[in-house]
């Protein structure tokens, strides 16, 4: 057992228990003995890690799959003290069925913070509303955030280093504060921890044609999407979006959806839209390592304009131009492979008759003047016809670095 964790633990129990167990008193109660005695100040991470390893008296552990892992370093029927460990994780925006606070141990993390209004209930597991960013921050290591349970806390991180580590103080649970609902900006709350059984096999089923390559794959969609409710439409279609896109049939599916769900369904294009760009994105963690790039990606998830970007940039990287810090990561971020010239995925126009070698500059100054709006065409991009500058723009425009040329 960590001395440092029981301490803190047993500080927490003793002044919780002088506000009678108030839950609304919890979160600023944790927030407070994090930052009294900073486990990132006080841990000595590879003596914990020796003990846990090593040491029988350890808190009884759950079987939870969030984290990377989670181990839990105190425990009491009413509260325990966990630490998350992320080594590529970046969380869904989610909110919480208990209150308390988190402390970064190590790392940083893109912490951006999220409300959802004009909300229309369709069933207990998926609502429709307004997903919006209230607020994105850079949470260096030693920072405390207060977890306020239901929709008061609805969030996302975004770890940059690997391995960030989080320490939770949390209540076991707090009483009518669930569903645990995910968010899909910008119009979707649903239930992640809710299972419909017969939806669950019917994707399975779905899949296999989709791996058989069947034909009948579109009609048949088409079918159960006019035939359906609003909640098990909207998880299949969730679900074969990906392939409908694939197949350039993603459009016909969502009108179906549209037509049999009217003002209801209003929303729920740009959501998997937004989804699809979100994901890919997200994806990117695997193969991008360098802590500014993911920094970078951390961003193009989570701001909403080109502004909002710069100003965090702006934040981590005092005293440099945040337009020009963001150009210095796009043209490291270029790669030119057997399919072309790619900044992620925004590729080089197919169609042009600009030469190889001179592609990358001119895709990059290109970024550049649509990013910085400029007025006037710089010099490189003069001997361009009308439709080469929109094919261009164009090939921004639907890729994730959108953001910044809009
Ligand atoms: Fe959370």
């Known amino acids: 057992m960590n001395t440092f964790f029981q301490e803190l633990g047993n500080t927490i129990l003793e002044r919780w228990k002088r506000e009678n167990f108030s839950l609304e008193k919890f979160p600023e109660l944790a927030r407070a003995a994090l930052d009294e005695r900073p486990p990132a100040k006080k841990v000595k991470l590879p003596a914990l890690m020796y003990d846990f390893l090593l040491g029988e008296d350890q808190p009884a552990q759950t079987d939870s799959e969030f984290g990377e892992p989670e181990i839990v370093v105190y425990s009491h029927p009413r ?19 208990f209150s308390g606070a988190f402390h970064v141990l190590r790392g940083s993390s893109i912490h951006a913070h999220y409300d959802f209004d004009k909300v229309k209930p369709v069933t207990p597991h998926i609502r429709v509303g307004n997903v919006r960013l209230k607020e994105m921050e850079l ?10 349970s239901g929709q008061q806390t609805i969030h996302s991180l975004f770890h940059l280093d690997s391995p960030s580590i989080t320490v939770v103080v949390r209540t076991q649970h707090d009483p009518g504060t669930g569903p645990q609902f995910n ?3 910008p119009h979707v709350g649903f239930d992640p921890h809710y299972s419909d059984k017969l939806t669950m096999r019917r994707k399975q089923l779905l899949d296999i044609l989709e791996r058989t390559e069947d034909a009948g794959y579109v009609p048949l969609l088409l079918e159960m999407i006019a035939d359906l409710d609003f909640e098990r439409g909207f998880s299949i279609l969730h679900h074969c979006m990906g392939y409908l896109q694939q197949l350039n049939q993603s459009e016909p599916v969502l009108r179906v959806f549209e037509k049999k769900h009217g003002a209801l369904a209003g929303g729920v294009a740009a959501t998997l839209k937004e989804d699809a760009r979100r994901s890919y994105i997200k994806s990117l963690r695997t193969t991008i390592f360098e802590p500014e790039h993911r920094f970078f990606l951390a961003l193009l998830i989570n701001a909403p304009t080109r502004d909002d970007l710069f100003a965090l940039v702006g934040q981590r990287f005092p005293g440099e131009s945040p337009a020009d810090v963001v150009l210095r990561w796009v ?12 900044i992620l995925d925004a590729s080089f126009p197919r169609n042009s008759v600009v030469e190889i070698d001179a592609q990358p500059a001119l895709f990059l100054r290109a970024f550049q003047y649509f990013m910085k709006r400029e007025k006037k065409l710089p010099a490189v991009m003069r001997g361009l016809t009308a439709a080469d500058v929109k094919d261009l723009k164009a090939a921004f425009a639907g890729s994730a670095l959108g953001l910044l040329t809009a």
């Open 79 to 97: 509260f325990y003290i966990q630490l998350l460990f992320w080594m590529e994780g970046t969380t869904a925006i989610h909110q919480h069925e």
């Open 139 to 148: 949470l260096e290591t030693g920072r405390t955030v207060p977890i306020m």
């Open 183 to 185: 968010y899909m900006p």
């Open 331 to 342: 043209g490291e971020l270029a790669e030119v492979s057997e399919e072309g010239l790619a």
